[in-house]
């Protein structure tokens, strides 16, 4: 009589299927955390990007207390991809503000925001930027000055996340004088600051004047949640006859958006002009306004 062949599974297939269950199953999860907790830790060893992201995800979540070294160490791995360390540093900067005691956390990433590795600086620069943590401000704003570019402008959404507007000014002053990344990178974030929203508001109209193109697009594009379209007519009267096409597209269809039937009245020679305009895209969304409001 043949004995029945005994199948052998390796431990890392084991791991990665187990996983695999806790990662699809948050039920399941939260009914077995004892065994659920160091196996998904084992199992980021093994895993491919996507499940540690989805791991690292769940224990972001659910386990941070637990799972804040391990990601720390998969963060200053070298041998790890960019995307995953990059991953593991979005995960400490969003647990960073529920840990019990931060602290050493944020010290061990101020001594990596030091390093003589670019690669280390960014995420390390991006981890610590959580709400609050102004214990980190000082040596964030060293970053804004940092040799590599990516490194500053991770250094000025970091500041922005601490949520201090005393660091405003301090934008502000690289907005003037940064590189145009970095200046960039800038105008994208000034929104957040709720509290100075008719300071923001005056440095994006500024900057619907600047000869660089880009800058004048972001502002148009960061202006626009913050801004009533009737209330600032001229200023999108002036976009419309911007060199730029991104700004006279984008007006047009600010105005078809939120417009109204009396700003359409009000500026309606200047969009019958874009109808003849060179770029395609300005001509398309011209005609869809006119339309809209026959």
């Known amino acids: 009589m043949k004995s029945n062949p005994v199948i052998r599974f390796e431990p890392k297939k084991q791991i990665l299927e187990k996983a695999k269950k806790y990662v699809d199953s948050i039920e399941l999860f939260v009914e077995e955390p004892a065994k659920a907790i160091p196996l998904l830790l084992k199992a980021m060893k093994y895993a491919d990007r996507h499940l540690k992201c989805e791991i690292m995800l769940v224990l972001g979540s659910f386990a941070r207390e637990e799972a804040v070294w391990p990601l720390y160490e998969m963060m200053t791995d070298a041998s790890e991809s960019e995307d995953v360390r990059h991953d593991a540093a979005i995960q400490l900067s969003v647990m960073g503000p529920f840990l019990k005691d931060p602290h050493l956390l944020t010290d061990r990433l101020l001594k990596e925001i030091e390093s003589p590795d670019a690669e280390t ?151 019958e002009t874009l109808l003849n305009d060179p770029d395609i895209k300005v001509k398309k969304a011209a005609l869809e306004l006119l339309r809209k409001n026959k």
């Open 121 to 271: 600086r960014l995420h390390a620069t991006f981890a610590v930027g959580w709400e609050g943590n102004f214990q980190a401000a000082t040596s964030l704003i060293g970053r804004l000055y940092d040799s590599d570019p990516r490194v500053q402008e991770t250094a000025v959404n970091a500041l922005c996340n601490l949520r201090d507007d005393r660091i405003m000014e301090l934008l502000l002053d690289r907005l003037e004088h940064g590189s145009l990344e970095q200046k960039r990178t800038i105008l994208f974030n000034l929104w957040r600051f709720y509290s100075k929203e008719e300071k923001v508001r005056e440095v994006y109209v500024k900057y619907l004047e600047h000869p660089d193109a880009d800058l004048r697009f972001d502002a148009l594009v960061c202006l626009s949640p913050i801004t009533n379209v009737r209330e600032h007519l001229e200023l999108y009267r002036k976009c419309l006859k911007d060199e730029d096409g991104r700004v006279r597209e984008l007006a047009l269809k600010r105005l078809a958006e939120e417009g109204g039937e009396s700003s359409f009245r009000s500026l309606r020679a200047e969009i």
